[in-house]
């Protein structure tokens, strides 16, 4: 965290104005939903659908070099498709609206070892709510990394550029493991706990569902072409893994973001939680290609000021928000990909390391919030 | 090892693959009518009946099981993206030959779908179905004299009726505001003008009834015009059908009217005789507040138009899930089963209809409502 609070110019009226303001863009976009939006994300569906069988189909004679790198190359596309651009964004219920019981929030399950349910939980109510709050949001190194100075060293931590890269790998696992709060309820008293143990049980069923498809039936089924396709479907899941990856953690780790302390949010009205959320997250810039890839999690800003708005309406809202960024005097933390990944990735080796300052106190604004 | 069970392991086996969807999710792409697939109907023609009525011509998938003459379907169209369901009397005899079958729609001020189906339908598009259902149908045992008593849409499941069965004595009173809106009015006249229906057209200036009337024929036909003759008055009927208490009788319109029509079969002591077909079985007037009901618990309470019903639930005992509590994490959404909500951000109103889920933590009661909890 930096030393001055980004935010101390602005003052409570300022920020509930903000607030109303953020809110006018929402009620915008929503009374605007129709057709096209929902013809847009069928599209995608299908697209990907046709995508991922036709990549599995080509995988069936990967034995022939061509074959495998173009069937690879479509399975590792289908797979972020799946999770970012359609598994997250439904999941956060952006389309609930058409009422579709098959694009819905309540049914959607995803390529992911992460049952959907146990995701929803941790994803979108605690990290979405709680965003970039120290001890709150999981989110803030998945329990396992020190990304702000403000998190306290441990020893521990001098390994977390090589957790965050095996993390990186297997990322899906890393995510089912969070979801399932099992640093915590590996402990022994919590271990018999039969939520825990019926969640667990739940993410065993979807790890076996899912590594029977990916690394026993369809290599089985592609005959002499065995082993390659268990390459490829391992390599699928290793790309899909990794981008995923790069992209959540240039949503909230690049320099520029902020991180909260947990009594800073006490009593918080909505314009500090939406002023929250646009300091805690940062976007990547590029192309309409890149903004798909991510799921449009590019506008992670946008992403989380407004969670439940279609995806494919981020870009024409992040116009609005990037103009109140300005208004508002606030910094906009975006970049190219290659920046904020080398910008996450500098900060997760730096805070291995303890501060090399004494501990910067909390910023002004905070402490105002504690003392009203 | 049968064929049925070969057939059921190799589905498993696609499950395994299509892992976590299922082999119909691929199938639908490409065979979204199939044997199988959820039902499912394509719009292949859309015909205008009057300025404000059309019928659609559907083309229904493999698992259509058929109706019979009277029934109405439930069918769910995407308008504006979002999916709503309605029912809609069918209008094709039950026989049809192609396999088609039709409904007719009059669009209703501020009906989303009626709206949308009469105006901007195209065809290719594909609708979500429901099994034929109802009992407004006609009997095994064809009675001798039938009486039709319809007004506005509520012709049309007895246009279905018309189309499916010959009767050797029919009377049809139907009411419409003027001439040009009676939907189906050639058709109508086409049968009456049959040379087995003789007819005979009498405007009525005294009592102001356009009668369109058959002494002696299969088919009488009255048409009730409304605007320029008022509501008809069921006392009427004396004169306009003398021997309609003889009649086996299908009523079909608003509510005024059957209301009127149960009174006075009942007065005559013939309630048997009638059988009534509902459209619209109550409106929800939004209000602020309300009473409501937790079905699955079966508690109910009353609640203010401030209160999110999240809170109103956990205040009366019920477990209610609850995630973000501020309208982002969607770990609140409950089925509304009846009665309208109103969402505390934005104001907007959402009724109950089959499937919609509310989130309840940001929804207050706008008027009595009926939360699946």
Redesign the interface.
């Known amino acids: 965290m930096t030393a001055i609070d980004p935010t101390a110019h602005l003052t409570a009226e300022q920020i509930e104005e903000l607030g109303r303001e953020l ?1 006018a863009i929402r ?1 915008e976009v ?1 009374a605007g ?7 847009y994300i069928r599209k995608v569906i ?1 697209a990907q ?2 995508l991922e ?1 036709v990549s ?1 189909g080509v995988l069936l004679f990967s034995l022939f070099p061509p074959a495998w790198l173009i069937g690879t190359a479509g399975l590792s596309v289908a797979k972020i498709m799946d999770n970012m651009e359609i598994g997250h964004n439904i999941l ?2 952006q389309w ?7 694009i ?3 049914t959607w ?3 992911h070892v992460s049952p959907a349910d146990q995701w ?2 941790s994803h ?2 605690l990290h ?2 709680y965003t970039n709050v120290i001890g709150k949001d999981n989110d803030l190194g998945y329990g396992i990394m020190r990304v702000d100075e403000d998190q306290k060293w441990h020893p521990f931590h001098l390994g977390q550029p090589l957790w965050n890269f095996i993390n990186a790998c297997f990322f899906e696992y890393g995510i089912a493991a969070y979801d399932l709060e099992l640093g915590k309820n590996l402990h022994k008293r919590r271990r018999k706990n039969p939520e825990f143990r019926a969640q667990a049980k739940a993410v065993g069923r ?1 790890i076996r ?2 590594v ?2 990916d690394y026993v ?2 290599p089985l ?1 592609s005959g002499p072409s065995f082993l390659p396709t268990l390459a490829a479907t391992f390599t699928a899941n290793l790309v899909r893994n990794i981008w995923s990856h790069s992209v959540i953690m240039c949503g909230h780790f690049p320099e520029g973001v902020q991180v909260f302390e947990r009594r800073s949010i006490k009593g918080e009205t909505r314009g500090q ?1 939406y002023l929250r959320q646009m300091m805690g997250s940062a976007n990547i810039s590029g192309s309409k290609a890149m903004h798909f890839m991510t799921g449009n999690l590019s506008h992670q800003i946008e992403h989380h000021l407004f ?2 708005l279609p995806s494919n309406r981020y870009a024409e809202v992040a116009v609005k928000v990037r103009a109140l960024f300005e208004k508002y005097e606030l910094e906009y933390v975006t970049g190219p990909l290659p920046k904020q990944v080398f910008s996450a990735w500098r900060k997760v080796f730096r805070l291995s390391l303890p501060n090399k300052k004494p501990k910067v106190k909390t910023p002004a604004r905070e402490q105002e919030l504690v003392a009203a | 090892m049968t064929s049925t069970a070969l057939r059921s392991r190799a589905w498993k ?1 696609l499950e ?2 299509t ?3 299922l082999p119909s ?2 199938l639908d ?1 490409v065979s979204p009518l199939r044997a199988g697939a959820d039902l499912r109907g394509r719009i292949e023609a859309v015909h205008a009946e009057t300025r404000d009525a059309a019928t659609i011509v559907i083309r229904p998938g493999r698992g259509w099981r058929g109706h019979t003459a009277g029934q109405y379907v439930r069918i769910g169209v ?1 308008v ?5 369901w309605r029912a809609y009397s069918l209008t094709s005899p039950a026989n049809r030959q192609d396999g088609r079958v039709t409904i007719t729609v009059k669009a209703i001020p501020d009906g989303k779908v009626s709206n949308h189906l009469v105006r901007r339908a195209k065809p290719g598009t594909l609708i979500q179905l429901d099994q034929a259902t109802g009992d407004f149908v006609l009997p095994e045992v064809k009675p001798a004299k039938v009486l039709y008593l319809t007004a506005g849409s509520g012709i049309t499941p007895v246009m279905g009726m018309l189309r499916d069965t010959e009767f050797d004595d029919v009377v049809m009173v139907h009411c419409a505001p003027q001439p040009q809106d009676v939907i189906f009015r050639s058709e109508l006249h086409d049968l009456a003008a049959d040379k087995k229906l003789r007819l005979t057209e009498v405007h009525t200036d005294t009592d102001g009834m356009l009668d369109i009337a058959a002494a002696d024929k299969k088919l009488r036909l009255t048409e009730v015009h409304t605007d320029t003759d008022g509501m008809l008055d069921i006392a009427r009927l004396d004169e306009l059908v003398p021997d309609w208490a003889e009649r086996e009788t299908w009523a079909c319109g608003p509510a005024g009217m059957l209301d009127a029509a149960e009174r006075h079969w009942s007065e005559h002591g013939v309630p048997e005789r009638l059988h009534t077909e509902r459209f619209r079985p109550s409106v929800v007037v939004a209000g602020d507040g309300g009473e409501v009901t937790f079905s699955t618990t079966g508690k109910t309470v009353d609640a203010d138009g401030a209160t999110p019903l999240l809170e109103v639930g956990e205040e009366a005992g019920v477990l209610m899930p609850s ?2 509590r ?6 609140c ?1 409950t089925p509304l089963k009846a009665g309208a909500v109103r969402d505390l ?2 104001g907007e109103i959402t009724e109950a ?1 089959p ?3 509310i989130q309840t933590c940001v929804s207050a009661a706008a008027g009595p409502c009926d939360i699946e909890q």
């Not at chain 2, 501020?326 to 770990?331: D, N, R, V, Y």
């Open positions: 809110d009620d929503i939903r129709g057709e096209k939006d929902a013809a299908s659908r046709k069988l599995r956060h219920g609930d609206w058409m009422r579709d019981p098959k819905h929030s309540t399950e995803w390529d929803k939980h979108n109510e979405h709510t979807k569902k899912q029977l498809k039936i369809h089924l939680w969670p439940d | 086996l395994m693959v892992t976590p969807l999710d691929y792409l995407d504006d993206g979002v999916r709503l995630g973000c501020m309208g982002i994490c969607f770990g959404v951000r934005t209809e499937g919609v889920l």
